[in-house]
Structure formats: C-alpha cells, structure tokens
C-alpha cells in the first residue's frame, strides 16, 4: 500500500506511468475484499482507512480520488457492521471515536451503538475536548 501511495514519478514513461495507476485502482478496489475475507481486526482497519487520506499524494489524479473515496466508503461500511456486531467494543476510546466522527460510517447500521458506548466514552472530557467530535 506504502509503495503505490504517491503518484508516480512526472518524468516515467507513459507505460510506466498508466501501471502505476493501474496498479493504484487495483488496491483500491481489493481492499475492502481482502478486509472482510481476512477479517481483519477493527483497529487494522481503522489504521488502513487513516493511511488512505494520503493515497495518491497531495494533489491525486481525480480517478485515483475517486476510487479512494469508493474504497474508504466501503471500508466505512465494513467498521460500521463491526461496531453494530461488537467487534469494535473492546477498541473503542475517546480518540477512536473521534477518527470514527471523521470518516464516512453507514450511520444508519452503527448509530445506535455508538450512541450507547458515545458517553461512556466522553465521560469527564472538556468541552476543548469534546468541541471538535461536535464540528466533525
């Protein structure tokens, strides 16, 4: 993943230049795939949604923008099933749940139990604290 997150080189050849994005689309589009066949932990998860807001480089070609947005949203779609199913409980801390506040979830299928486990979670924090999870 490391290796194919920065564009390739300006001044590779054409044919370089189409593997390397090639190259690109295919992890992207694998990933989710190979998340949930290899049941990967939640928190591994989280780590490799986080490491894909830099995939591409600073200034992504818009396919490799668009697939990194595809990929994040089903890798969102596959920690929402785990926090509705569990998986995530023993996980689960203030700053997880302010990278969850950050990413694109299925509300809809981990909303209830996050707002169960969400105060238990905040308990005894500032409001400097708690005012960016508000503005997320």
């Known amino acids: ?6 564009p390739s080189h300006p001044k590779a050849d054409v ?4 593997n390397h994005l090639d190259a690109q689309k295919k992890i992207l589009i694998a990933l989710p795939n190979v998340c949930e066949k290899k049941n990967m932990s939640f928190k591994r998860t989280l780590e490799l949604i986080t490491s894909l807001n830099a995939f591409g480089g600073e200034h992504p070609e818009l396919k490799v923008l668009d697939w990194r947005h595809r990929c994040q949203k089903e890798l969102g779609d596959i920690v929402s099933e785990m926090i509705r199913d569990g998986k995530a409980k023993d996980d689960l801390t203030f700053g997880t749940l302010a ?3 950050e990413m694109t979830l299925d509300w809809r299928t981990c909303g209830e139990r996050l707002t169960k486990e969400a105060p238990k979670l905040c308990e005894g924090r500032t409001l400097e604290d708690l005012l960016p999870l508000l503005k997320s």
Do not use: A, R, V, Y
């Open 99 to 101: 990278e969850l506040c």
């Open 1 to 6: 993943l490391k290796s194919l997150s920065l």
């Open 15 to 18: 044919t370089t230049q189409i």
